[in-house]
């Protein structure tokens, strides 16, 4: 079955009416545009053909306006899948009376954790038939027009946090699914997510590494590249790249005790050097969980020398609020 066949009939299986790529719409542009670009009478020899460079005449995919387009569909989606992802995770990690309320509120029956896996799967795939959706579209657009403008959209989609693949909700949902398989006696027998699904160890170094149907395989490195160790209490910026929470603070100069919304919204990211990063950061609380699980020596050590430096910020912090009450 081709993938065009295929995703459509995906996206009309689906329950609720899910923002989605139009790749039936887009893939008859490209058929009217190669027409308007190669008629019969250009087709002299490969030379001639390879000269070409853009269609001759106005098209929809060539005056401006199929890139815009495209990158509101993946806006919608990327808005979609973070959304539902975190209200699923907020339901886990929740405790006491959210916990429950939560649980009501979804319908679900209390310890239901095989219901949940099932959703976090489900977003999974509409996650990923959408990122191969848009990596289809982009590599037809540049082989009809013989042109790279497919490839430096994809990055420019990239730093705007529209790819999909660098949500930091699609690295908690593959944290949730380990966790939960690895604690619960009745989901182990559960198909996963992913065909691979793990934390692996290199040299010392932790990545999370899946794969996923049509040859999408993702490794995602698990190490600050400021304290170049693992990551402890991660946070993940608005620009996707992950830290640790306190090695964050330290490069957005601020203290434990004001937090990363108290950050500069000049201040970069120490990796791609993209500023107001630090604001809208998120805690992997699954990712946290998954960690120390795997490493528990190491995060036992790690959680002693943060507790210190913890007590030692708050502090100089509150005795620098007193001298400040006290016009010392």
Not at 130 to 152: E, F, P, V
Not at 233 to 242: E, M, Q
Request: include cysteine; proline fraction near 3%.
């Amino acid at each position: 079955m081709k993938f065009c066949k295929r995703y459509q009939e995906y996206m009309k299986e689906l329950e609720k009416d899910l923002p989605g790529v139009q790749f039936k719409k887009h893939k008859k542009i490209f058929k009217k545009c190669r027409r308007r670009q190669f008629p019969s009478e250009t087709r002299e020899n490969d030379d001639k053909k390879q000269s070409i460079s853009h269609c001759p005449n106005h098209c929809s995919v060539c005056d401006g306006t199929f890139f815009p387009s495209l990158h509101d569909e993946m806006s919608a989606i990327v808005g979609c899948f973070n959304q539902r992802a975190q209200k699923l995770l907020q339901v886990h990690l929740s405790s006491g009376f959210k916990k429950y309320f939560a649980w009501i509120k979804r319908k679900l029956v209390k310890g239901n954790h095989v219901a949940m896996v099932e959703e976090g799967k489900e977003l999974v795939t509409y996650a990923m038939i959408n990122a191969i959706a848009i990596r289809k579209i982009l590599k037809k657009y540049d082989k009809i027009h013989y042109s790279k403008q497919g490839q430096a959209f994809k990055s420019q989609a990239q730093s705007m946090h529209t790819e999909i693949l660098q949500s930091p909700w699609l690295c908690e949902l593959i944290a949730f699914h380990i966790n939960l398989k690895g604690t619960k006696k009745d989901m182990r027998n559960l198909p996963g997510f992913f065909e691979e699904c793990l934390v692996t160890f290199d040299g010392g170094k932790p990545s999370l590494s899946f794969s996923l149907f049509d040859s999408v395989k993702l490794d995602i490195d698990l190490t600050c590249s400021i304290c170049l160790d693992t990551v402890f209490d991660v946070v993940s910026l608005t620009c996707s790249h992950i830290f640790c929470h306190m090695c964050a603070c330290s490069a957005s100069s601020v203290t434990i005790v004001d937090g990363l919304k108290a950050a500069n919204p000049k201040a970069k990211c120490p990796l791609c050097r993209e500023e107001g990063v630090f604001e809208g950061a998120v805690h992997l609380e699954e990712l946290n969980i998954l960690l120390s699980r795997s490493c528990p020596d190491y995060w036992t050590e790690r959680l002693q020398k943060e507790r210190k430096e913890r007590v030692r910020q708050a502090k100089e912090h509150w005795e620098s609020q007193c001298r400040a009450l006290m016009g010392v």
